[in-house]
């Protein structure tokens, strides 16, 4: 089972808008990371957040995290054509073994 | 380019049949991740190694097993194909330290026909 849900599943934006997508998850972590999938091919880690951090920024990119909510959410800004792809959120649980799991993953196509 | 490779990309075979995927991790990385994605079932985590050891196991099947060589690279073994294995499968690679950012294949696509 997944530990990350996305929301929402799908988003469509105009070139330049922001585009923000939420994770909730389940457990207490060690970190949370952001990672991209263009289509059919393999993840590019985005970012990483640690449990005791707040937001952090990359770029175009602003994650934040509440531990207390077990959510985050990854805001692109100034989005690009280049941007359209599918982001996932990757939980590394406390408990673990160092394995990531990841939710179903937003689908963010960006309109010309 | 992620360093990580994956081969072959594609595979196409028959239900009953058995295939190996095989992976090679960036150089450096000693652990290993195996995951299937499907369009109905998402990233499914199925294993990981660490230096040739197995460490932690997800939604494997039976059916499937894998292996940390020496030289570090991994293979995954399918075996007594279903349908329902049809997929793309990733292998991973981090350096399997605590902050465990993994780094991607470009994932061998299997069509069990």
């Known amino acids: 089972s997944q530990q990350g849900e996305e929301d929402p599943q799908a988003l469509s934006i105009q070139e330049g808008e922001n585009a923000t997508m939420n994770c909730s998850y389940k457990t207490s972590i060690n970190n949370l990371q952001w990672y991209r999938q263009n289509s059919g091919r393999g993840l590019v880690h985005l970012i990483l957040i640690r449990s005791n951090e707040r937001e952090k920024h990359s770029g175009r990119l602003r994650v934040t995290l509440d531990t207390s909510k077990k959510s985050s959410s990854l805001l692109i800004t100034a989005s690009r054509a280049a941007d359209t792809a599918s982001y996932f959120c990757a939980t590394e649980a406390r408990s673990n073994d160092y394995k990531l799991s990841f939710g179903a993953g937003t689908t963010v196509t960006v309109r010309a | 380019d992620s360093g990580v490779t994956q081969t072959p990309k594609h595979l196409i075979t028959a239900t009953g049949q058995r295939v190996t995927l095989r992976c090679s991790p960036r150089?450096?990385?000693?652990?290993v991740y195996w995951y299937q994605q499907s369009l109905d079932q998402g990233l499914q985590f199925l294993i990981q190694?660490?230096?040739?050891?197995?460490?932690a196991k997800g939604n494997i099947l039976e059916r499937f097993s894998a292996q940390q060589f020496p030289d570090l690279h991994s293979e995954l073994n399918l075996s007594s194909l279903e349908l329902g294995d049809s997929a793309l499968y990733f292998c991973a690679s981090s350096v399997g330290n605590t902050e465990n950012i993994q780094y991607f294949g470009a994932g061998t696509r299997l069509s069990v026909l």
């Open positions: 150089s450096g990385d000693l652990s």
């Open positions: 190694y660490y230096n040739g050891e197995e460490r």
